[in-house]
């Protein structure tokens, strides 16, 4: 058997019961934070607090060289964690579907995951969002201005009325500008990719979320540029930019975001 678990937003403790279940009836525990990470919790921390030895892969040794993940799911009972929901935005399908090719039986254990808690934070309905997509810090697109991957998704939601959940760039123990520091994490701010969006965007209105899933989670919405000057704390990142208002979601932007009320066009 091969399960996945997710382990939810923030620290040891976001799990669910079910997933930390599970671990627990694994005979070999594996792990990869390249996607995304527990800002609240280390390997460390998840090792004391589940009792056991989690092997964590980079990115080559989970999507070219999993064999040894799967000889763990043919031998006996292996899990496989990511932080947030392992299905979502952290999607590991080609995995499953090797496991599946050898015979190996496997499940999905879900967690909370970003998606979900940026609707929740924000007040945004969730049903009203369109395509997600993720912006790249400059130096790892190598292309002038915004990537079309961002651009397109991006008009194309607009176009529709339809809200954009934008993922920022994590990169970990990865930094070519920084040879000297190559295993230092680097992730992308929101005020940095708010400077980024300001430009080609309007300066529209803009609701960041910092630190989903924590004790102290934030929420502001604003014209790009005025997030651009801003400093929203501890990582993880994200930004939305909301399409066409419904008056609830309105509402709550300036409730909750505290967003300036003559960007909050109701349609």
Do not use: C
């Not at 009792?51 to 000889?71: C, F, K, M, N, S």
Request: hydrophobic fraction near 40%; avoid cysteine.
């Amino acid at each position: 058997m091969l399960t996945f678990i997710g382990l939810g937003l923030y620290d040891e403790r976001s799990i669910t019961v079910e997933g930390r279940d599970a671990i627990a009836d694994a005979d070999r525990v594996f792990a990869e934070f390249y996607t995304s990470k527990l800002i609240g919790a280390d390997v460390t921390d998840l090792e004391a607090f589940h009792d056991t030895d989690i092997e964590v892969r980079d990115r080559a040794g989970v999507e070219q060289h999993p064999d040894d993940i799967l000889a763990a799911a043919e031998s006996g009972d292996a899990a496989f964690l990511t932080a947030g929901d392992t299905m979502i935005s952290t999607t590991h399908v080609d995995l499953r579907l090797r496991a599946e090719d050898r015979g190996i039986d496997t499940r999905v254990v879900h967690a909370p995951t970003a998606e979900s808690a940026a609707s929740g934070l924000t007040g945004l309905q969730n049903y009203r969002f369109g395509k997600a997509t993720t912006l790249p810090f400059e130096y790892a697109h190598g292309a002038d201005g915004l990537p079309a991957s961002v651009t397109d998704v991006l008009d194309d939601n607009r176009e529709r009325g339809l809200h954009t959940l934008v993922y920022l760039d994590i990169k970990v123990g990865w930094n070519p500008r920084k040879e000297d520091e190559a295993g230092e994490d680097e992730y992308m701010t929101a005020s940095h990719a708010a400077e980024l969006l300001a430009d080609g965007y309007d300066d529209v209105l803009a609701v960041v979320v910092a630190r989903a899933g924590s004790p102290d989670p934030l929420v502001e919405a604003d014209r790009l540029s005025e997030l651009a000057e801003r400093d929203f704390g501890d990582p993880l990142h994200l930004l939305v930019v909301p399409g066409d208002l419904h008056h609830i979601e309105a509402d709550a932007l300036e409730s909750l975001a505290d967003a300036p009320s003559d960007l909050l066009d109701v349609v």
